[in-house]
Protein backbone atom coordinates (compact mmCIF):
# COMPACT_ATOMS: atom_id res chain seq x y z
CA UNK A 1 0.00 0.00 0.00
CA UNK A 2 1.48 3.54 -0.92
CA UNK A 3 2.40 5.25 2.15
CA UNK A 4 4.11 8.62 3.28
CA UNK A 5 7.92 8.67 4.23
CA UNK A 6 9.25 11.21 5.95
CA UNK A 7 13.55 11.68 6.59
CA UNK A 8 15.17 11.88 9.26
CA UNK A 9 12.66 10.25 11.73
CA UNK A 10 14.70 12.47 14.23
CA UNK A 11 17.03 15.71 13.65
CA UNK A 12 18.71 17.32 16.43
CA UNK A 13 19.92 20.72 15.81
CA UNK A 14 21.49 23.79 17.45
CA UNK A 15 19.14 26.97 18.13
CA UNK A 16 19.90 28.91 15.11
CA UNK A 17 20.81 26.43 12.58
CA UNK A 18 19.05 25.69 9.24
CA UNK A 19 17.15 22.32 9.36
CA UNK A 20 15.61 20.92 6.32
CA UNK A 21 13.00 17.85 6.63
CA UNK A 22 12.15 16.07 4.04
CA UNK A 23 9.32 14.35 3.08
CA UNK A 24 7.92 11.92 -0.11
CA UNK A 25 4.23 12.26 -0.32
CA UNK A 26 2.09 9.60 -2.40
CA UNK A 27 2.92 9.59 -6.00
CA UNK A 28 -0.33 10.39 -7.56
CA UNK A 29 -1.17 12.62 -4.75
CA UNK A 30 -1.31 16.33 -5.90
CA UNK A 31 -2.10 18.08 -2.32
CA UNK A 32 0.71 18.27 0.15
CA UNK A 33 1.09 19.66 3.82
CA UNK A 34 2.99 20.15 7.26
CA UNK A 35 1.40 19.77 10.57
CA UNK A 36 3.32 19.42 13.68
CA UNK A 37 2.61 18.54 17.65
CA UNK A 38 4.75 20.24 20.07
CA UNK A 39 5.34 17.50 23.12
CA UNK A 40 1.44 16.78 25.01
CA UNK A 41 -0.28 19.20 22.20
CA UNK A 42 -2.58 19.25 19.46
CA UNK A 43 -1.87 18.88 15.82
CA UNK A 44 -0.93 21.98 14.14
CA UNK A 45 -1.60 22.96 10.27
CA UNK A 46 1.24 24.89 9.26
CA UNK A 47 0.75 24.94 5.50
CA UNK A 48 -0.65 23.28 2.71
CA UNK A 49 0.83 23.32 -1.03
CA UNK A 50 -0.68 22.60 -4.54
CA UNK A 51 0.42 23.19 -7.60
CA UNK A 52 3.96 24.57 -6.64
CA UNK A 53 2.61 27.02 -4.55
CA UNK A 54 1.42 27.31 -1.02
CA UNK A 55 -2.34 27.79 -0.80
CA UNK A 56 -3.10 28.51 2.54
CA UNK A 57 -0.60 28.61 6.05
CA UNK A 58 -1.11 29.81 9.69
CA UNK A 59 0.41 31.83 11.52
CA UNK A 60 3.10 29.39 12.73
CA UNK A 61 4.27 29.71 9.31
CA UNK A 62 6.15 32.69 9.58
CA UNK A 63 9.45 34.20 7.15
CA UNK A 64 11.77 31.48 8.92
CA UNK A 65 9.88 28.64 7.44
CA UNK A 66 9.76 27.71 3.31
CA UNK A 67 8.36 25.03 2.07
CA UNK A 68 9.45 23.25 -1.83
CA UNK A 69 8.75 20.53 -4.08
CA UNK A 70 12.38 20.41 -5.90
CA UNK A 71 11.29 17.37 -7.52
CA UNK A 72 8.27 15.07 -8.58
CA UNK A 73 8.57 13.08 -5.53
CA UNK A 74 10.11 15.15 -2.43
CA UNK A 75 8.68 17.89 -0.03
CA UNK A 76 10.16 19.59 1.92
CA UNK A 77 10.40 21.90 4.87
CA UNK A 78 13.13 24.12 5.76
CA UNK A 79 13.13 26.10 8.88
CA UNK A 80 15.72 29.00 8.50
CA UNK A 81 17.07 29.37 12.05
CA UNK A 82 15.69 27.35 14.35
CA UNK A 83 14.31 28.31 17.94
CA UNK A 84 14.13 26.16 21.20
CA UNK A 85 9.83 26.47 20.33
CA UNK A 86 10.34 24.35 17.49
CA UNK A 87 11.62 21.57 18.62
CA UNK A 88 8.08 19.30 17.96
CA UNK A 89 7.07 16.43 15.54
CA UNK A 90 6.77 17.60 12.27
CA UNK A 91 4.45 15.76 10.10
CA UNK A 92 4.09 15.43 6.37
CA UNK A 93 0.57 14.83 4.12
CA UNK A 94 -0.89 14.22 1.12
CA UNK A 95 -3.94 13.76 -0.27
CA UNK A 96 -5.70 14.24 -3.57
CA UNK A 97 -5.06 11.62 -6.60
CA UNK A 98 -7.15 10.80 -9.73
CA UNK A 99 -9.98 12.28 -7.53
CA UNK A 100 -9.53 14.61 -5.38
CA UNK A 101 -10.75 13.41 -1.92
CA UNK A 102 -9.76 14.95 1.71
CA UNK A 103 -8.17 11.80 2.87
CA UNK A 104 -4.60 13.52 4.42
CA UNK A 105 -2.27 10.76 4.48
CA UNK A 106 0.47 11.17 7.18
CA UNK A 107 3.97 10.24 7.41
CA UNK A 108 5.80 8.85 10.33
CA UNK A 109 6.91 12.27 11.03
CA UNK A 110 10.46 14.15 11.91
CA UNK A 111 10.48 14.71 15.98
CA UNK A 112 12.89 17.63 15.91
CA UNK A 113 14.82 18.49 18.73
CA UNK A 114 16.92 22.12 18.87
CA UNK A 115 18.83 22.72 21.88
CA UNK B 1 -13.70 29.88 13.62
CA UNK B 2 -13.20 26.10 13.22
CA UNK B 3 -12.27 23.79 16.27
CA UNK B 4 -12.62 20.31 17.80
CA UNK B 5 -13.41 19.53 20.92
CA UNK B 6 -12.25 16.02 22.60
CA UNK B 7 -13.50 16.81 26.64
CA UNK B 8 -11.95 12.91 27.27
CA UNK B 9 -8.31 13.69 27.89
CA UNK B 10 -7.62 10.12 29.18
CA UNK B 11 -10.19 6.83 29.27
CA UNK B 12 -9.36 3.17 30.54
CA UNK B 13 -11.21 0.60 29.75
CA UNK B 14 -11.39 -2.94 30.29
CA UNK B 15 -10.48 -5.17 27.47
CA UNK B 16 -13.68 -6.60 25.77
CA UNK B 17 -15.60 -3.54 27.60
CA UNK B 18 -17.03 -1.37 24.84
CA UNK B 19 -15.34 2.42 23.68
CA UNK B 20 -16.97 5.61 22.80
CA UNK B 21 -15.04 8.73 22.46
CA UNK B 22 -16.72 12.37 22.24
CA UNK B 23 -15.59 14.35 19.88
CA UNK B 24 -17.63 17.92 19.32
CA UNK B 25 -16.86 20.04 16.11
CA UNK B 26 -17.91 23.91 15.37
CA UNK B 27 -17.37 24.75 11.59
CA UNK B 28 -18.88 27.26 9.26
CA UNK B 29 -19.96 24.70 6.21
CA UNK B 30 -20.86 21.55 6.13
CA UNK B 31 -17.90 19.55 7.79
CA UNK B 32 -15.34 16.90 6.53
CA UNK B 33 -14.77 14.65 9.67
CA UNK B 34 -12.11 12.61 10.22
CA UNK B 35 -10.78 10.24 13.39
CA UNK B 36 -7.24 9.32 13.71
CA UNK B 37 -5.11 6.95 15.53
CA UNK B 38 -1.38 7.86 16.88
CA UNK B 39 0.23 5.12 18.23
CA UNK B 40 3.80 5.69 20.94
CA UNK B 41 6.15 7.07 18.28
CA UNK B 42 4.23 5.96 15.35
CA UNK B 43 2.26 8.72 12.59
CA UNK B 44 -1.34 9.49 12.12
CA UNK B 45 -3.49 6.66 10.72
CA UNK B 46 -6.80 7.46 9.41
CA UNK B 47 -9.79 5.52 10.99
CA UNK B 48 -12.34 7.26 9.26
CA UNK B 49 -14.10 9.98 7.39
CA UNK B 50 -17.73 11.09 6.94
CA UNK B 51 -18.23 13.61 3.78
CA UNK B 52 -21.83 13.22 3.17
CA UNK B 53 -24.78 10.67 3.37
CA UNK B 54 -25.21 7.96 6.18
CA UNK B 55 -24.23 9.72 9.23
CA UNK B 56 -22.66 6.00 10.63
CA UNK B 57 -19.54 5.64 8.82
CA UNK B 58 -17.82 2.49 9.52
CA UNK B 59 -13.19 2.48 9.47
CA UNK B 60 -10.76 0.05 9.80
CA UNK B 61 -10.39 -2.57 12.50
CA UNK B 62 -13.91 -2.03 14.10
CA UNK B 63 -14.15 1.13 14.92
CA UNK B 64 -17.42 3.27 13.39
CA UNK B 65 -18.53 7.06 14.00
CA UNK B 66 -21.29 8.71 13.99
CA UNK B 67 -22.04 12.13 12.81
CA UNK B 68 -24.93 13.88 14.49
CA UNK B 69 -25.64 17.58 12.99
CA UNK B 70 -27.80 18.52 15.85
CA UNK B 71 -25.50 17.98 17.96
CA UNK B 72 -22.07 18.80 16.20
CA UNK B 73 -20.77 15.57 17.18
CA UNK B 74 -19.05 12.93 15.52
CA UNK B 75 -18.36 10.60 18.75
CA UNK B 76 -16.00 7.31 17.25
CA UNK B 77 -17.28 3.52 18.99
CA UNK B 78 -16.23 0.43 19.63
CA UNK B 79 -18.18 -2.78 20.48
CA UNK B 80 -15.20 -4.66 21.96
CA UNK B 81 -12.04 -3.08 22.52
CA UNK B 82 -8.49 -5.20 22.16
CA UNK B 83 -5.62 -4.26 24.02
CA UNK B 84 -3.80 -3.14 21.41
CA UNK B 85 -6.03 -0.29 20.67
CA UNK B 86 -4.54 1.42 23.28
CA UNK B 87 -3.42 4.61 21.83
CA UNK B 88 -4.16 8.07 21.48
CA UNK B 89 -6.91 9.01 19.23
CA UNK B 90 -8.07 12.43 17.31
CA UNK B 91 -11.01 14.13 15.84
CA UNK B 92 -9.90 16.31 13.28
CA UNK B 93 -12.41 18.68 10.89
CA UNK B 94 -11.79 20.47 7.63
CA UNK B 95 -10.94 19.81 3.93
CA UNK B 96 -7.85 21.02 2.82
CA UNK B 97 -6.27 22.22 6.34
CA UNK B 98 -7.28 19.47 9.38
CA UNK B 99 -8.14 21.66 12.74
CA UNK B 100 -7.66 19.10 15.17
CA UNK B 101 -9.11 18.03 18.77
CA UNK B 102 -6.62 17.65 21.87
CA UNK B 103 -6.53 13.93 21.38
CA UNK B 104 -7.65 11.04 23.87
CA UNK B 105 -5.30 8.94 25.24
CA UNK B 106 -7.07 5.27 25.48
CA UNK B 107 -5.59 3.38 27.65
CA UNK B 108 -6.78 -0.81 28.11
CA UNK B 109 -6.70 -2.51 31.08
CA UNK B 110 -6.64 -6.58 30.55
Known amino acids: EPEVTQTPSHQVTQMGQEVILRCVPISNHLYFYWYRQILGQKVEFLVSFYNNEISEKSEIFDDQFSVERPDGSNFTLKIRSTKLEDSAMYFC?????????????FGPGTRLTVT | AQSVTQPDIHITVSEGASLELRCNYS??????LFWYVQSPGQGLQLLLK??????LVQGIKGFEAEFKRSQSSFNLRKPSVHWSDAAEYFC????????FGQGTRLTINP
Open chain 1, 93 to 105: ASTGGASVTYEQY
Open chain 2, 27 to 32: YGATPY
Open chain 2, 50 to 55: YFSGDT
Open chain 2, 92 to 99: AVGRQKLV
